[in-house]
């Protein structure tokens, strides 16, 4: 299982292969995977905290 962000709304939630819309705010997204890879977030699994903050950044910035 794989952690995923949405683009539009930030929805953040765990699921192996992301839908084709979001959960949350119904709408067609992109998802990044935000799934902790290395040992300082707490390996394969984990949610990576950083990666959250920098893609709501990012999507921020764009509607800004």
């Given at each position: 299982?794989?952690?995923?962000?949405?683009?539009?709304?930030?929805?953040?939630?765990?699921?192996?292969?992301?839908?084709e819309?979001?959960?949350?705010?119904?709408?067609?997204?992109?998802?990044?995977?935000?799934?902790?890879?290395?040992?300082?977030?707490?390996?394969?699994?984990n949610?990576?905290?950083?990666?959250?903050?920098?893609?709501?950044?990012?999507?921020?910035?764009?509607?800004?």
């Amino acid at each position: 299982m794989n952690w995923w962000i949405c683009s539009e709304c930030d929805y953040v939630f765990e699921v192996k292969k992301p839908p084709e819309t979001c959960p949350s705010c119904r709408k067609k997204c992109v998802f990044s995977d935000v799934t902790c890879y290395v040992p300082e977030c707490g390996g394969p699994g984990n949610l990576d905290m950083k990666l959250v903050a920098t893609k709501a950044k990012a999507a921020r910035k764009r509607v800004n």
